[in-house]
């Protein structure tokens, strides 16, 4: 089969999940045989890192092709997959390009459950849509057409793990704590440095991630009672090795926050790191309380645990040991590639269909955007503040050109008049 992914580039998250399971494919891990990738990516890429693994694994990348160029790819396509979360290029392409009949696949690389939104009118048009973890199948404006077509919809994760390690059955001397990720409270729990400090006993938690040292997260840490059980380590070049060194994995993420698969908590558990989260859909997706790690949902119980975690190193090592067996069974490119398999299997049994995108997605720059933050029918995400200013609305309201936020189409749209009128 030959599968056509149009993607708004290979960065990131997408681009880490497409050269596992491209490399994994190459080794014939998965039982996927016969079946040619190509991507089309609507930017240059910043980062050549994953395109390159792709393309050393046999396939075959395509920059920003011309309209002619991409009806020819769609034309040669079994299935098209469009690699989808809330890129202001990929609405574009969309809804403003005449493009051939397909079969389509959806790859959704966003959880839905709070803004950004996955537009209702995009996945009623797709034959199979995929989401990157189960949690997205509670999404509000989405039960309707689950409850319709449930053959329709599958799991497909895009977060996998590092091969197991040898450790240590227990640990020996002072438990060690990080955290890897986004260092700004769009994603972490604005109340981690809080928890931190109202830990009983004295700890140690390395903080690996890009920092701005004049921003709000260092502002929080300085100001902590215990400013110094909180270490900044910078970028972690070799996440394996840093995850692998840690006892426990504090991922107090943000109610709300925009992330689906969680690749830094699934590689952590891979390495025997028992991970303690925030009581959030795509971490609970992930973690089962008491099994392979902690789930918490208030910042006094949160302490407690860390300190019951200092006091346990056994029954931590037992957390981790679980964490380790869950995701070799569950989170491997294998697996996806076998859910994959299926998808595409049952896809060759559509007709090609043409479809109007812009019926189902608007037609100018500023519906785009605002169906992140509505439903079709202006429902909201309902599990949403309004008042969260780090979450949803506001977060997207931001005029850093990142992640779908308004800044980020006015970016790519610099003459659209339709998004002027924004305060």
Known sequence: MN????????????????????????????????????YALLEAPRDTAYAERI????????????????????????????????????????????????????????????????????????DQTLFTSAC??????????????????????????????????????QLKYGYLGTLDF???????????????????????????????????AAAMKHPGRV????????????????????????PGHYGTAENALVEAMSVGAAPIVWNNPAETGIVRDGRNGLVVDDLATCAALIDW????????????????????????????LRTFARAYAALAGHPRRNRDFAAALGRDSRTWFL?????????????TPVEDTRSGDCRLFSD???KGSLGHFRTCFPDDASLSGFS
């Open 3 to 38: 599968i056509l992914h149009i993607t708004a580039h290979l960065g990131g998250g997408v681009g880490k999940a497409h050269a596992a399971l491209a490399e994994a494919a190459a080794a014939g891990r998965g039982r996927v045989r016969r079946t040619q990738h190509t």
């Open 55 to 126: 393309a050393t694994a046999g396939g075959r990348i395509v920059v920003t092709p011309s309209p002619g160029q991409l009806a020819e790819l769609i034309e040669a396509a079994d299935v098209v997959q469009v690699e989808w979360w809330n890129h202001p290029r990929l609405y574009a392409l969309l809804a403003t390009l005449p493009l051939p009949a397909m079969r389509l696949a959806l790859w959704v690389h966003i959880s839905g459950l709070a803004p950004p939104l996955l537009p209702t009118g995009l996945v009623a048009l797709a």
């Open 136 to 173: 997205s199948l509670a999404a509000p404006n989405l039960k309707p057409l689950i409850a319709e077509r449930p053959e329709a919809f599958e799991v497909a994760n895009s977060g996998y793990g590092f091969p197991a390690p040898n450790r240590n059955a227990c640990p020996t001397g």
């Open 186 to 220: 769009i994603k972490m729990h604005p109340g981690v440095f809080d928890v931190i400090d109202a830990v009983e006993g004295d700890i140690r938690v390395s903080f690996f991630g890009h920092l701005d040292p004049t921003g709000e997260v260092a502002a929080r």
């Open 231 to 254: 270490r900044f380590e910078g970028y972690a070049a070799d996440p394996q090795a840093v995850l692998g060194k840690l006892d426990v994995f504090l991922y107090l993420l943000a």
């Open 309 to 336: 975690t200092r006091r346990n190193p056994r029954r931590v090592a037992k957390l981790g040991a679980k964490g380790m067996y869950d995701m070799a069974q569950t989170r491997t490119p294998a697996a996806a």
């Open 371 to 383: 169906s992140t933050l509505r439903a079709e029918d202006g429902t909201r995400a309902e599990d």
């Open 400 to 402: 850093m050109a990142s």
